[in-house]
C-alpha cells in the first residue's frame, strides 16, 4: 500500500544525497497509546522522540513517507526569529510579546543542534546566512533592521554589508546590499527527517508510514484516529498535517487555516572549483515577498528555489525557469545543467506566523510555518511534548497569536490567493 506522495516533479538532491532512509511499516490493526500524533514531518517527529524520551506512549502516522512533505524538500536555511521581522511584529505585538517569540525562536536554533548532538546524528550543520536587497528601497530599512537586533533584541550577529561588500559574499553583483547573520545557518533537511525519526523508534515511539488518517474523532473520553486498517485509540492527539491536511480530510479546521503555496528547488551540476560563488558557505534568502533562496551544497552545486505555484497542477518546464533566475543572478551560469528539480507545498497562514490550536477536546492542530519551519516546526513539536507531559508551558505565546481562517472559504482561498500573489509579484519587479 503506498499513497501517491505530496507532489513533487523530481527526486530531489537530498534523496540522492543521504545515505540511509530507512522505511517504517503501515499500520495493521488497531493500537492504544497516550499520544496520536498525525503527520510525520519535523513537527510530528520531533514531538514523538520529546515524548517517548520523557516516557510517554507515542503512536506516530504519516499518509506517505517521512519527509515527504515540507519537511525532506525544503531550502534547509534556519534563519532567525520568526517568519516575520521582530520589527514588524513589534507593530502589532508589542516589544515584550514580540521578544519573547525572537526568544523562542532562539531556543529554537540551540535545541535543534544540540538536539541531533545528543541523539548522534548529522544534520550538515553549516554557518551563515545573507539576506540580500533586490530593490534599492529597501537598503534603508535593512541597515535599521541591523541596528534594531542588537539593540532592542540583544542578537550581535548581523553585520550590514554594502553594494561591494555584497557582491564579494554573494559573488554576483545583482544585489544592492545585504545583511550577513554569523549566529544562524542551513542544513541537510532530509537527514534532519531521518534522525529524528530514527531516534523517536530508538526511545520507543511507534512510527508507521503509508497509513493516512482518515478520521479524527471523539470516544468514550479520548480520541479515536480511522486510518484504513486499523483504528489508533489514545488520550491525546496532535495533527501536524501542515500545507497537506486537505488531501484525506481527516478534520477541517486546519486546512481552513494553512494554505499551501508550491515553491520548487532544482540543484545545478557541480561548479568548477575555482568559482566565486558564496566563498564562505552561506545561504542567502533575498527580499521579495517571493522568496528567491539559495546556497551551496557540500558537493559545490548550486541548490536555488524561487518558482512558486498556488494550484495543485505542476507548472511546464521548472528546470527552465529556475535556470533563468539563476542567469539573472549569476549569468555565467545562465546555461547550466539543472540535475535535480523538486517541489514542496509551504503551509502559510495569513498573519504568517504559526497555527497552533485546540481544534477539539484534547486534540491540537499545529502548522503553517510559513517557510520558517526548519527550525521553529520542530521546535514547537517538543513544545507541545513538553505541554503535555508538564515540563513548560511555552507552548501558550504561540497558540495566543491571533490567526484567522483564509477568507473564501475552501473553494474560494485558492484564486483569492493568486490574485495577491500576482500583486506581490508585480510589486517585487517594481
Ligand atoms: C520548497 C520548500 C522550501 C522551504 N524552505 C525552507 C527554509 O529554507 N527554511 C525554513 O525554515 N522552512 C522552509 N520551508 C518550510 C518548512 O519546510 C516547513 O515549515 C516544515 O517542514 C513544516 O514541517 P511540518 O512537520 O509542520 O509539516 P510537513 O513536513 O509538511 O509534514 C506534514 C506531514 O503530514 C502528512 N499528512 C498529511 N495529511 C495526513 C493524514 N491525513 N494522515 C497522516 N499524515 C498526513 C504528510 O504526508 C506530511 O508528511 C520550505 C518548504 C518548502 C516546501
Known amino acids: 500500500m503506498n499513497y501517491r506522495s505530496p507532489i513533487s516533479p523530481g527526486v530531489s538532491w537530498y534523496e540522492a544525497s543521504v545515505a540511509e532512509r530507512p522505511s517504517y511499516p503501515p499500520l495493521e490493526g488497531d493500537i492504544r497509546a497516550d499520544v496520536a500524533i498525525v503527520g510525520g514531518g519535523y513537527t510530528g517527529l520531533s ?59 532562539e531556543d ?18 553549516r554557518p551563515g546566512q545573507i539576506s540580500a536587497v533586490h530593490k534599492k528601497r529597501w537598503i534603508k530599512g535593512y541597515r535599521n533592521h541591523t541596528e534594531a537586533m542588537a539593540e532592542r533584541y540583544d542578537y550581535p550577529h548581523l553585520a550590514f554589508l554594502d553594494r561591494e ?37 530508538r526511545s520507543g515511539a511507534k512510527l508507521y508510514e503509508n497509513t493516512p488518517a482518515l478520521d479524527i474523532a471523539a470516544e468514550n473520553g479520548g480520541i479515536a484516529i480511522r486510518t484504513e486498517r486499523g483504528v489508533v485509540h489514545a488520550s491525546r492527539c496532535l495533527v501536524a498535517t501542515n500545507a497537506h491536511g486537505d488531501a484525506f480530510d481527516a478534520e477541517p479546521v486546519s486546512p481552513r487555516h494553512i494554505m499551501p503555496i508550491r515553491s520548487f528547488v532544482g540543484t545545478t551540476s557541480a561548479l568548477p572549483d575555482d568559482n566565486a560563488i558564496l566563498p564562505a558557505g552561506e545561504a542567502v534568502d533575498d527580499s521579495r515577498f517571493m522568496v528567491r533562496y539559495f546556497r551551496k551544497t557540500p558537493d559545490n552545486r548550486l541548490m536555488f528555489g524561487g518558482r512558486e505555484a498556488y494550484s495543485a497542477k505542476t507548472p511546464n518546464d521548472i528546470a527552465g525557469h529556475i535556470r533563468r533566475q539563476i542567469g539573472e543572478i549569476f549569468p555565467a551560469l545562465s546555461k547550466t545543467d539543472i540535475d535535480h528539480v523538486w517541489g514542496g507545498s509551504v503551509g502559510i497562514t495569513l498573519p504568517r506566523l504559526p497555527f497552533v490550536r485546540t481544534i477539539m477536546p484534547g486534540v491540537t492542530s499545529i502548522g503553517g510555518f510559513s517557510g520558517h519551519g ?34 473564501g472559504g475552501t473553494a474560494l482561498r485558492k484564486p483569492l490567493l493568486f490574485l495577491a500573489m500576482t500583486w506581490y509579484a508585480m510589486l517585487d519587479r517594481l
Open 47 to 105: 514531538a514523538a522522540l520529546r515524548l517517548a524520551d520523557q516516557g510517554t506512549k507515542a503512536v506516530l502516522i504519516d499518509a506517505h513517507r517521512f519527509g515527504d512533505g515540507a519537511s525532506g524538500r525544503n531550502g534547509g536555511q534556519l534563519g532567525t526569529g520568526q517568519r516575520a521581522w521582530p520589527t514588524e511584529l513589534e507593530g502589532d505585538l508589542g516589544l515584550e510579546r514580540s521578544r519573547a517569540l525572537f526568544q523562542i525562536a
Open 108 to 125: 529554537a536554533k540551540s535545541e535543534l543542534l544540540a538536539m541531533a548532538d545528543d541523539h548522534g546524528f548529522d544534520i550538515d550543520y
Open 165 to 201: 561588500q555584497t557582491a564579494a559574499a554573494i559573488g554576483s553583483e545583482r544585489y544592492h546590499a545585504s545583511i550577513r547573520d554569523v549566529g544562524t545557518g542551513h542544513i541537510h533537511p532530509l537527514k534532519l527527517v531521518v534522525g529524528l525519526a530514527a531516534a523517536a523508534k
Open 374 to 407: 526548519v527550525m521553529m516546526a520542530t521546535h514547537t513539536g517538543r513544545l507541545w511534548a513538553d505541554a503535555v507531559t508538564g515540563h513548560r508551558d511555552d507552548l501558550d505565546l504561540l497558540k495566543d497569536l491571533d490567526i484567522p481562517p483564509f477568507p
